[in-house]
């Protein structure tokens, strides 16, 4: 994952005026701290001050944004999301039906920066300026399954909010940053040869739980799709199926935590959604100060390995000087221990797994629930 270059290449800048001055410019200026730069009238930069709010304009595709009922991930997300962070800004992230829609709100200044695999000849028809949003490492998310021509668009070459932009997304690259959101959301994390025997096991089970899901659901606040991927990766929702530690059921709770749940019957399959479903909900309530969509990422790995080996973690990364409750740090973390750890590696894969999971779900035509 941390295998690619890092050498700070400047990012590939489109405009209709000479691209290598404004390259060497864009990086010069966006070390500056963000509230030092001149702007006039005129720049995006004075709105995101001026409203504290930073405006993402995108279109919902796998590489961009996806959209999980009132929240929001994916990897062109969470790099805006820690754009903004980094301004001291609030995000709102916007999703239009089309690239077209996206560049137009950039142009019009209804956004203050458009997320787009839009081509070069459109965005300059716009008179816009782009670069890339992986810095020039496009192998990185080719290797990923993700979209190499993501771009992020501005309306000026020389507005400050432009500069600081060109400047974080390349000091993400020397930093890891991109590989790792690029990693954790791997299209390729379920083999293509798979995906028929998942389908067919959700065309069959799912319609079966499904309004047990839903109920549970409901009395937690929680997407019932969400319930039904951690069910389908902890059992492929088979509420006989046992591990070789003895873990039983749907959603595979220990006896010690069914007891805890209220959970009489392990492969009673609504006893076992209620309590994995309750089980969850506790896990997300441990992590309550991490905003979404890393509070859900988090919880999960909690279900899996347990708060108590997760808060351990948490507690070697923050001796490390890094920010415990930024999901990448944690999922950096497990990554480069994972050799010498097998419950780290286990925890990823399940992690992304269910995430993956759930995106099918809430996408796949074919499933039917």
Same mark, same amino acid.
């Given at each position: &994952?941390?295998?690619?270059?890092? !050498? ?5 800048? %489109? ?83 089309? %690239? ?111 309004? !047990? ?90 279900? %899996? &390995? ?30 480069? %221990? ?22 099918? &779900? ?8």
């Amino acid at each position: &994952m941390h295998s690619n270059s890092s !050498s700070g290449s400047r990012p590939s800048l %489109n405009s209709l005026s000479s691209k290598r001055p404004f390259q060497a410019l864009a990086l010069g200026v966006a070390i500056l701290p963000f509230n030092s730069l001149n702007a006039e009238k005129s720049h995006q930069y004075n709105t995101v001050v001026n409203t504290n709010v930073l405006t993402v304009v995108a279109v919902e595709n796998p590489t961009t944004v996806f959209k999980e009922g009132q929240f929001l991930h994916g990897f062109g997300y969470d790099l805006a999301r820690n754009y903004a962070q980094s301004l001291n800004v609030k995000l709102d992230f916007k999703t239009v039906p089309d %690239n077209a829609t996206a560049l137009k709100w950039v142009a019009q200044g209804k956004a203050n920066l458009a997320m787009t695999t839009a081509n070069l000849a459109s965005i300059e028809a716009k008179q816009l300026v782009s670069f890339s949003a992986s810095c020039g490492d496009q192998g990185t998310l080719s290797k990923n399954g993700l979209n190499p021509q993501l771009n992020w668009v501005f309306k000026q070459a020389d507005d400050p909010l432009t500069l600081t932009a060109s400047g974080f997304v390349c000091q993400s690259k020397q930093a890891g940053t991109t590989q790792q959101l690029a990693s954790f959301y791997n299209r390729n994390v379920v083999k293509p040869e798979s995906w028929s025997t998942i389908q067919k096991d959700l065309n069959q089970r799912l319609p079966i739980y499904k309004a !047990s899901f839903k109920q549970s659901a409901a009395k937690y606040d929680l997407d019932w799709h969400l319930l039904a991927a951690i069910g389908y990766q902890e059992s492929y929702l088979k509420p006989t199926s046992v591990s070789p530690t003895g873990v039983r059921g749907l959603m595979m709770l220990t006896s010690g935590t069914a007891r805890a749940m209220g959970v009489t019957n392990r492969t009673d399959p609504v006893q076992s959604i209620q309590g994995g479903a309750k089980y969850y909900d506790l896990m997300l309530d441990q992590y309550d100060d991490i905003p979404f969509p890393d509070r859900n990422w988090y919880a999960l790995v909690a279900y %899996n &390995m347990g708060p108590g080996a997760v808060n351990q973690i948490q507690k070697r990364i923050k001796a490390q000087g890094k920010d415990p409750k930024q999901w990448v740090n944690l999922y950096d973390y497990l990554e480069r %221990n994972k050799a010498r750890n097998g419950r780290y590696k286990q925890a990823l894969q399940y992690v992304t797994r269910i995430r993956t999971y759930l995106e099918h &779900m809430k996408t796949n035509n074919r499933i039917e629930v």
